[in-house]
T-cell receptor, first 114, second 117 residues
Framework: AQTVTQSQPEMSVQEAETVTLSCTYD???????LFWYKQPPSRQMILVIR??????QNATENRFSVNFQKAAKSFSLKISDSQLGDTAMYFC???????????FGTGTRLQVFP | DAGVIQSPRHEVTEMGQEVTLRCKPI?????LFWYRQTMMRGLELLIY????????DSGMPEDRFSAKMPNASFSTLKIQPSEPRDSAVYFC???????????????FGAGSRLTVL
């Protein structure tokens, strides 16, 4: 069975600095998708970024980028120029190619300080 | 579109009572998912539907839990009888299968916080 591990329960960063959140996963599949979701205090789950495993190029969305290491089964999220609004829980998630289920990690709580 | 709409936003009930959580997916989405979020276990997939048909309910914790999707615009998650350990935030999410990439990008509702006393 696939598993997703986020080993950092909590992280903190100062505004304008850069922070990296870790995620590892376990699968025997070759084709799959990886996602980072953000859950602010409002509880709404928001898609931050996604990566297709067959693409070698790391996905980027504005200040958010990933470091996808397929051989190591690692998928970290880098937030550059952190903003107070980035304070949230961040969930890493995995989905097999052409399946319908997202498997989530346990989350990392990020606090951005002024 | 108003997004995925869940109700109630908060529910407090007593042990043994029946609880019904409701979800209206985004119009046109053909997948609907129910997740449960707790501090201890994180986000767990309970059940999901495709075109109103339950596809995988292996995450439903026990027979006290049931879910239905009578039509494309409405789903319910019912707990009967409820227990204190059912206290959690229950999320509904919907998606449209992306046939080109195969990736399901979920849109989540705001969640229903359930407290069972």
């Amino acid at each position: 069975a696939q598993t997703v591990t986020q080993s950092q329960p909590e992280m903190s960063v100062q505004e304008a600095e850069t922070v990296t959140l870790s995620c590892t996963y376990d699968t025997s599949e070759n084709n799959y998708y990886l996602f980072w979701y953000k859950q602010p205090p409002s509880r709404q789950m928001i898609l931050v970024i996604r990566q297709e495993a067959y693409k070698q190029q790391n996905a980027t969305e504005n200040r958010f980028s990933v470091n996808f290491q397929k051989a190591a089964k690692s998928f970290s999220l880098k937030i550059s120029d952190s903003q107070l609004g980035d304070t949230a829980m961040y969930f890493c998630a995995f989905a097999e190619y052409n399946t319908d289920k997202l498997i989530f990690g346990t989350g990392t709580r990020l606090q951005v300080f002024p | 579109d108003a997004g995925v709409i869940q109700s109630p936003r908060h529910e407090v009930t007593e042990m043994g009572q029946e609880v019904t959580l409701r979800c209206k997916p985004i119009s046109g989405h053909d997948y609907l998912f129910w997740y449960r979020q707790t501090m201890m276990r994180g986000l767990e997939l309970l059940i999901y539907f495709n075109n109103n048909v339950p596809i995988d309910d292996s995450g439903m914790p026990e027979d006290r839990f049931s879910a239905k999707m009578p039509n494309a615009s409405f789903s319910t998650l019912k707990i009967q009888p409820s227990e204190p350990r059912d206290s959690a935030v229950y999320f509904c999410a919907s998606s449209l299968q992306n046939l080109l990439s195969g990736a399901n990008v979920l849109t989540f509702g705001a969640g229903s916080r359930l407290t069972v006393l």
